[in-house]
């Protein structure tokens, strides 16, 4: 039996970090004995460690801790981005099986107090003050990581935080795996032509497609996005709208066409208590005020207060654009109520009528292949690098594609995957994460490498998936943080590309991405008509552009309603009292929101970002990164979008720091003062 082991783990592909993760070779079997086998090995080499060093140093002490953290990392990563991008049974068990372990190993190394006495000595011995600037933040920002891992804890308290934390790490998991299987368990087969009026060719094509491929007949609707929102926003037959809408809404709740089956409402309940004794346990009276200790925000007050602001100022422009859409449907079609599955549809007829053009019309000149190469051109034109595709690489599926970036000179700097069309057994929405972080070794500078993720609709037959603007506008995004994670110019792990970024920062580059979408010089390279090859006609960008803060107040409003509730959920709900999250955004949306959902409408039950993602008590981050993300632009605005030199600086101050240096301190460097919040609200039209 031992030797049967031996040989899984001498053939693991996961233990072999010379090279890329080796997905054609990665089985369910091979998963649990690789993360045993890396941490064991950890475990060893950290008594070797703090047994043999009684003056221990960076080089001696800090860099091997570095060094196998980092290794742990290469082993995971390619099994927890498998588990989101090609989910099957014996994969979830493997990977479940190992969240408690992972749990358990990062508890004990944050609390050994032998570990963080060695850190206080080299913190302050006196060749402290030779290291550089970002071996100083990593020590600084273990330090307080130990401290926010309980160190300093009785033993009994200790104890009690590594059981909380095995748990929020189980709990938070089960949350996304509910929400995964109740999005793909629910399908709308129509076999009537008649019910499908108003629905364009292109959702039409994909739900054909995607009925032949499951050999069904007619057309097959499904709750991923891009099927979700075409019917939401064109389908003529409100029933059908309403009845997709509430099996979208009541996901993984006690209501709904799955009612019950996988209901996270209970699992909401309980890791809101356990981060609540986690919090008390450390000293502090909220989850908020906890997880501010690695934000750029100062105080649970703070966020609040930036929140209410951005209220005010938005929400009566918010209630005459929800206004202006009922006096629409009223007068044209007749419409006395409009219901939350009507919204999107008069909306957009709205839109259409005011700005004489659809979305379809747009999508035409998005094919998927011209947005990709356009979108490395306007990179290259920002940064002076180049992305080349490169073959021959092991992926996870076919339709995965691998990009290396060079420097001008052809040196390689970065590698990415491209993971780009919905499909089963794969997680919604869009992301970036970190295959490879950017380290020096005894060979060399190790290449980082990333994950682009998202979920568009997948080409038909022979031709090219057509991308809406915004999911332009979504490539562009989590492009964004992958130049955040690619183009680090530091050596070290802990605070390389996205490693040690403040959270509430770490959205700055992608959310800047974004604004090249709008800009003609742009637009030029990434758009295409997919059939005569003219790039997007003059005409219809000033169409757009004057479309662009179509019910951005709206919009505004309802992440707003998001980051308050996340917030105050984290702050003052007491998940052991006998109030419920219902009632608690219940309130918040009378606060805020112009538009009142539904009684059968369960948000928080697939509100993923804070219950199976890392924002919680963070989702905030995404209105105060905007703030300078819109500021970093408007130097772009005032100098030229391409000009060169800004280009080089926001790399250079930006990009290529990492979290090496404070977000304040690296914005100031760039656009030479601290943000204002001017920008953000002349780019939503609220001023």
């Not at 609709?457 to 915004?470: E, I, M, Q, Y």
């Amino acid at each position: 039996m031992s030797r049967k082991k031996e040989d899984t783990i001498k053939h693991n592909p996961l233990l072999d970090l010379s090279s890329l993760p080796r997905f054609d070779e990665i089985t369910p079997e091979q998963v649990e004995p690789a993360v045993d086998h890396v941490l064991a090995e950890n475990r060893a080499e950290t008594e070797h460690l703090i047994a043999k060093d009684s003056a221990p140093t960076w080089e001696s002490f800090v860099q091997p801790l570095e060094d196998q953290e980092e290794r742990l990392n290469r082993v995971w990563s390619p099994i927890g981005h498998l588990n989101a991008v090609r989910d099957s049974d014996d994969l979830r068990k493997a990977h479940d099986a190992c969240l408690p372990k992972l749990s358990a190993y990062h508890t004990e190394m944050g609390q050994d107090p032998r570990l963080f006495e060695r850190y206080k000595t080299i913190a302050g011995n006196k060749t402290y003050e030779r290291l550089d600037v970002a071996q100083k933040k990593i020590i600084e920002n273990d330090l307080r990581d130990f401290r926010l891992s309980g160190v300093e804890l009785d033993s009994d308290a200790k104890q009690r935080f590594k059981q909380i934390e095995q748990e929020l790490s189980t709990l938070s998991n089960r949350f996304g795996q509910h929400l995964l299987d109740a999005t793909h368990a629910w399908q709308l087969v129509i076999t009537d032509p008649a019910d499908l009026s108003g629905l364009p060719d292109s959702a039409l094509a994909v739900a054909k497609q995607t009925a032949e491929q499951e050999e069904l007949e007619g057309w097959k609707f499904t709750l991923d996005a891009p099927s979700y929102i075409a019917f939401l926003t064109y389908s003529e037959h409100a029933e059908l709208r309403r009845t997709m809408y509430q099996a979208y809404v009541t996901r993984a709740s006690e209501l709904g066409p799955h009612a019950g089956q996988w209901d996270n409402t209970q699992l909401i309940r309980d890791i809101l208590r356990l981060r609540l004794e986690q919090a008390r346990l450390l000293g502090f009276a909220n989850y908020a005020e906890y997880s501010l200790q690695i934000k750029m925000a100062e105080s649970v007050e703070q966020v609040i207060s930036f929140l209410t602001d951005l209220a005010a100022r938005s929400h009566p422009i918010a209630k005459d654009e929800l206004d202006e859409v009922q006096r629409f449907a009223s007068d044209e079609y007749g419409v006395s109520t409009v219901a939350a599955w009507d919204l999107p549809y008069y909306s957009e007829k709205l839109r259409q009528t005011r700005y004489a053009f659809t979305q379809e019309e747009v999508r035409a000149y998005f094919p998927l292949h011209r947005v990709l190469s356009g979108m490395f051109a306007v990179v290259n034109r920002l940064y002076g690098v180049d992305v080349q595709q490169r073959g021959n690489v092991p992926t996870w599926h076919p339709d995965v594609a691998f990009y290396e970036i060079s420097t001008s000179n052809g040196e390689i700097i970065g590698q990415f995957y491209v993971d780009l069309y919905a499909r089963p057994h794969k997680r919604g929405g869009a992301w970036m994460d970190d295959c490879v972080s950017r380290k020096r070794t005894d060979q060399g500078v190790q290449v980082p490498v990333a994950y682009l993720t998202c979920n568009f609709s997948p080409p038909v037959a022979d031709k090219s998936s057509l991308l809406t603007h915004d999911e332009v506008l979504t490539l562009f995004h989590e492009f964004g943080h992958g130049l955040h994670h690619l183009l680090t110019q530091i050596n070290y792990v802990g605070v390389a590309g996205i490693n040690g970024v403040a959270w509430d920062a770490v959205e700055v580059p992608s959310q800047f991405m974004e604004n090249w979408c709008w800009e003609k010089e742009a637009l030029d390279l990434i758009s295409s008509h997919h059939l005569t090859g003219e790039p997007l006609p003059q005409v219809l960008l000033k169409k757009m552009k004057a479309a662009k803060n179509f019910q951005a107040a709206m919009q505004m409003v309802r992440q707003l309603e998001f980051s308050m509730f996340d917030m105050r959920l984290h702050s003052e709900f007491d998940p052991n009292g006998e109030g419920t999250v219902q009632q608690l955004l219940d309130s918040v949306r009378e606060e805020v929101a112009v538009f009142i959902p539904p009684e059968f409408n369960r948000f928080q039950n697939s509100f993923s970002h804070i219950f199976a993602g890392g924002y919680a008590a963070g989702y905030y981050s995404y209105k105060w990164a905007e703030v300078l993300s819109a500021d970093a632009f408007s130097r772009f605005e005032e100098e030229g979008i391409f000009n060169l030199q800004t280009g080089r600086d926001f790399k250079h101050h930006i990009l290529e720091q990492g979290g090496a240096r404070e977000p304040m301190e690296l914005f100031v460097a760039f656009r030479g003062r601290e943000p204002e919040i001017d920008a953000l609200l002349r780019h939503s039209g609220l001023l």
